[in-house]
T-cell receptor, first 120, second 113 residues
Framework: EPEVTQTPSHQVTQMGQEVILRCVPI?????FYWYRQILGQKVEFLVS????????KSEIFDDQFSVERPDGSNFTLKIRSTKLEDSAMYFC??????????????????FGEGSRLTVL | AQTVTQSQPEMSVQEAETVTLSCTYD???????LFWYKQPPSRQMILVIR??????QNATENRFSVNFQKAAKSFSLKISDSQLGDAAMYFC??????????FGKGTRLSVIA
């Protein structure tokens, strides 16, 4: 069964360092997302990506964050200069349709297992 | 702001029994979708069940069913005949055409053999 894969599963980094989290969405999916979950907190939306551009982003997704789909298969999240508060589980997700389609057709969101980022 | 509230951080159920996880949400939209996701330990989140707000009939998927009360903005998940494999974190979530998917904080369900 196709699935979303994420690497690394766990990364430890020093504050101020750049981090790239990688995701391989399901191959025929068109909509891509990053979410994060700080320990003990709710899962929070970061960004959605469609047709090679950001379609929506949250307040969390500031200038330190960027996303890229460099080669048609990978979908990366970069944090330029990590802060302690960036420590969290980062989930990539993809869907073949938009989640809340105007025509009533909704896509199912498929999540990866997550990448745990620890900033020291 | 749209919010999703899961008031039960932890729940437990005996194997083969029924358990209900509660979820309330706050929205001014009339068209939206509600979801329950399951996250087993060290595994990815998977969709359990989905409900369209315009549908009055409660969604069901095998042992999983919802009690959708639109006026009360309540969306509870009932798990019947609980199994050990049902042990997981359960997240309630909500989306409209104008907002991204918003999650609750989750309810950790333990199943006791």
């Amino acid at each position: 069964e196709p699935e979303v894969t994420q690497t690394p599963s766990h990364q430890v980094t020093q504050m101020g360092q750049e981090v790239i989290l990688r995701c391989v969405p399901i191959s025929n999916h068109l909509y891509f997302y990053w979410y994060r979950q700080i320990l003990g907190q709710k899962v929070e939306f970061l960004v959605s990506f469609y047709n090679n551009e950001i379609s929506e982003k949250s307040e969390i997704f500031d200038d330190q964050f960027s996303v890229e789909r460099p080669d048609g298969s990978n979908f990366t999240l970069k944090i330029r200069s990590t802060k302690l508060e960036d420590s969290a589980m980062y989930f990539c997700a993809s869907s073949i349709l938009p989640l809340a389609g105007a025509d009533g057709n909704t896509g199912e969101l498929f999540f990866g297992e997550g990448s745990r980022l620890t900033v020291l | 702001a749209q919010t999703v509230t899961q008031s039960q951080p932890e729940m437990s159920v005996q194997e083969a029994e029924t358990v209900t996880l509660s979820c309330t949400y706050d929205t001014s939209e009339s068209d939206y979708y509600l979801f329950w996701y399951k996250q087993p330990p060290s595994r990815q989140m998977i969709l359990v069940i989905r409900q369209e707000a315009y549908k009055q009939q409660n969604a069901t998927e095998n042992r999983f069913s919802v009690n959708f009360q639109k006026a009360a903005k309540s969306f509870s998940l009932k798990i019947s005949d609980s199994q050990l494999g049902d042990a997981a974190m359960y997240f309630c979530a909500y989306i409209t055409g104008n907002t991204p998917l918003v999650f609750g904080k989750g309810t950790r369900l333990s199943v006791i053999a």
